[in-house]
């Protein structure tokens, strides 16, 4: 299981905080002065530090030391390499990780990559084979639906998979949603192992939300994740849920967002009939 809080642990006389949210960062600031009258000399990281350095300056040292916090945030947890080829304006990754690196991976089950597919085939063909062993994979940051091609998919056949994710950001990448699902349905893999992570209030409207929702539901994929944008900067950053875009309401939003989390009783309920 995942730690959604923020992750902390001592080792001798230091303590360790990994925060993943931005929104975590007042708590992190309050935990790591109460560590500090412990005694401990604090050392924080993780992705919300890295977008907001100076935030934790006075209370802790940041971003001093390299260690891997995911198997601690979950020891399922593997990734084959870090960053990302693609520098997606709603996404973290360019500024936390940078760019594309390939990595050693551990034969785990939850794949935490943010672009597997960009890597050489090479090192592909590495993480296949280290994970050919693993029951249950599950691709949780999501395969690229935009570069995905059939000798990816022939090797992802191989494993022994609890799904693919892919994402449909924007209503434009509709036929390359549509192509990596049709590659995948061809190829044997179930509908009921292609989930679909949606990018809800950035730069869209409710209508175009709702399309790509719906539009996946016709299809038979029923385990889609809308993902409602979240600042990585300002100061709508420590708020969760704070950033609105202007063609919302927050009414529609937790709205919508409530209709499409609750599809296992709700979707024989039409959108339209929907009052939350």
Known sequence: ??????????????????????????EAWSRCVWYREQGYKVHVGGPAVSLFPEYLTQVATVNSLVVNALPRHNQQATRFSTGCVNACPFCAVPITEGDLAECQGEPSPIVCDNNLLACSRRHFDYAIDTLRPVRGIDMNQGLDCRIINPYHIDRLRELNLHCVRFAWDHTKEESHVMHAIELCTKAG??????????????????????????TLRDLGLHKNSPMRFQEIRGDKALTKDSYLEPTWTEYEMKRFMHYWFRQAWASNIPYTDWRG
């Open 189 to 214: 893999i179930p509908k009921s192992k292609i989930r679909i992570y949606v990018l809800i209030g950035y730069h869209d409207t409710p209508e175009d939300a709702l399309y790509r929702m719906q």
């Open 1 to 26: 299981m995942w730690t959604k809080k923020i992750l902390e642990w001592t080792e001798n006389a230091k303590a360790f905080l990994s925060v993943v949210f931005t929104w975590q960062l007042p």
